[in-house]
């Protein structure tokens, strides 16, 4: 929750600072084009602090609309985007825009107004009036030049940044999605269900009572198979072990660790994991019987390497021992024997699965948790379903069935697998969506800056323009002198932007879930579209100045 908080508040503070960069640029520019009227302010008897009265007032009127615009946007779209968040928000009914965001955005309108208002003001001349007078059109000098030049060159480097993060994310989800959950997620319902208290009051009559359940789920029509389960993979709740691969067993934080899951014998048929080695359990499987476990191909390579797991044996310390008749807690000192070998399944979600620090799992029968631990066991337990028909059809009917003689049983939490495999990519997918909002809305930015900043500089070096054109110059040659020179300040950016880029994408990686190492890949898939995008900004300026009429040029002031 955090990270994510952290990543959208940095995403928000790359898109404001770039539209500062415009506004700063804009400013700059209207500083400049005022210097004349400043200047005859100043000669009708104007002085400086009249000056920057009028400036403040023009800014701080500006700057209180956007303000107040901002907070009805900002207020008009608080629901979508809690409505948009993955999961569910802790508190999100007080999220809500109070009277400190209303003091912080008037605060900020305040302060942009002051700093905006001031820079026409303080570049007002208050000496050499008449010679500003006298003076023709303002020619910039090449200090403003490379300060309008620098405002474009950051803009473009912060929106290479949101463009790569962007890229990176949508590689990402497009990965995670096809990744193979280590299941087959269609047509299988999973679903708790709460089992008659009366039931649960004599933890003999439990076993029977799972295994009612799964036989009324499978006389539904439409259900092809059912087991019970007490984990769902991809779904909230785990159940962890430490396990050891010989008698000597280290202490508790030496040990491995495993997810455990207790299960009925038709679980792989249900779910579809595929066995690789050995078998699943069997009706044999019960207490009494030797204690026995499936594991994971991942468990089984971490145990014992390329050596065949089936046959062998873990010691589980901490795991209630599968004995009848047995009050309270005792650690088994008997192994487990391996029967078999399954494919691992992505219980964390097909992008969160790979980078999780604890992914062995193992298997161990349902039929051999001890009769004290089974009310304990009862409140974990689901019922899966395979169906022949969409699996959301079958929630009612199964409901009706599953509430028992007495009808005291409730169906609830009822959820197809190809919705928790969804869900599971629910947090990259809403990251791609702000992200790609905040990286287009950057990109439009930064070409908004450029195509300004252009249109500034060329307006202002018309004579010139119009004097190359005089000697000889063809509209092509004055195109391509606006594109080159909007070229290099886009190539600077985006060299700047993408050192910064590998940083940014280092901490995605780190922050998100199902991240690959993509940087260079996305930088060389986003740079085109930025300098496609800046190049198109470039050329309304590029072709106006092409159309320059030499001798009007030459006359202009």
Not at 120 to 139: K, N, Y
Not at 323 to 339: G, L, T
Not at 379 to 389: C, E, G, H, K, P
Not at 425 to 454: E, P, S
């Amino acid at each position: 929750m955090g990270s994510t908080l952290c990543l959208l508040l940095g995403a928000v503070g790359l898109v404001l600072l770039i539209a500062c960069a415009n506004v700063a640029s804009l400013m700059l520019a209207r500083a400049i084009s005022r210097e004349r009227e400043l200047a005859m302010r100043v000669a009708l008897g104007a002085s400086r602090g009249r000056l920057v009265r009028q400036c403040l007032t023009e800014s701080a009127l500006l700057s209180l609309l956007g303000g107040t615009v901002g907070v009805m946007l900002a207020n008009w779209s608080l629901h979508p985007f809690l409505t948009f968040w993955p999961g569910d928000l802790p508190r999100a009914e007080e999220v809500q825009l109070d009277w400190r965001v209303l003091v912080f955005t008037v605060a900020m309108s305040v302060l942009t107004s002051v700093l905006c208002g001031l820079a026409p003001a303080w570049r007002a001349p208050v000496r050499e009036v008449e010679q500003i007078l006298r003076a023709g059109a303002r020619t910039l000098t090449a200090g403003t030049r490379r300060l309008h030049a620098a405002f474009v060159v950051s803009e473009i480097a912060l929106a290479i940044i949101l463009l790569v993060s962007a890229g990176m994310l949508g590689r990402a989800l497009l990965h995670a999605a096809s990744l193979d959950p280590g299941l087959d997620i269609r047509n299988l319902l999973v679903m708790r269900v709460g089992l008659s208290p009366a039931t649960l009051t004599d933890p003999a009559k439990i076993p029977a009572g799972w295994q009612d359940l799964v036989n009324r789920a499978r006389n539904v029509p439409g259900v092809q198979s059912a087991t019970a389960v007490d984990i769902v993979p991809m779904r909230q709740g785990n159940n962890e072990y430490g396990y050891w691969t010989t008698a000597d067993v280290p202490p508790e934080n030496k040990q491995p660790m495993a997810l455990a899951s207790s299960a009925t014998p038709d679980y792989l048929k249900v779910m579809g994991i595929p066995l690789l080695e050995g078998r699943f359990f069997d009706d044999h499987d019960r207490l009494g019987s030797e204690p026995v476990i499936v594991v994971d191909d991942v468990l089984a390579k971490s145990a014992f390497g390329k050596q065949d797991a089936v046959g062998k044996s873990l010691w589980i310390p901490n795991m209630p021992c599968p004995q009848p008749n047995i009050n309270k807690f005792v650690e088994c000192s008997a192994p487990f024997k391996i029967v078999g070998v399954v494919g691992h399944v992505r219980y964390w979600g097909l992008a969160g699965d790979d980078q999780a620090q604890l992914r062995a799992q193992f298997y161990y029968p349902f039929a051999q948790v001890a009769p004290p631990f089974l009310n304990r066991w009862s409140q974990l337990m689901s019922i899966a379903v395979r169906t022949t028909v969409p699996p959301l059809t079958l929630v009612e009917p199964l409901r009706r069935e599953l509430r028992g003689a007495a009808g005291d049983q409730v169906l609830y939490q009822a959820h197809t697998m190809e919705e928790l495999a969804h869900e599971s990519l629910a947090m990259q997918r809403f990251l791609l969506l702000l992200f790609g909002i905040f990286a287009g809305l950057a990109l439009v930015l930064a070409c908004i800056g450029i195509y300004g900043v252009l249109a500034y500089l060329t307006a202002q070096r018309v004579p010139e323009i119009g004097l190359r054109m005089a000697i000889g110059a063809s509209p092509a040659n004055v195109t391509w002198l606006v594109l080159r020179q909007s070229l290099g300040m886009v190539f600077l950016g985006i060299g700047i932007g993408a050192i910064t880029a590998v940083a940014a994408g280092r901490i995605l990686e780190s922050l998100v879930e199902g991240m690959q190492p993509t940087v260079l890949s996305t930088l060389v898939t986003m740079v085109p579209f930025l300098v496609l995008a800046a190049m198109l900004a470039s050329l309304v300026p590029a072709r106006r100045a092409s159309r320059v009429d030499p001798m009007k040029a030459l006359r202009q002031e």
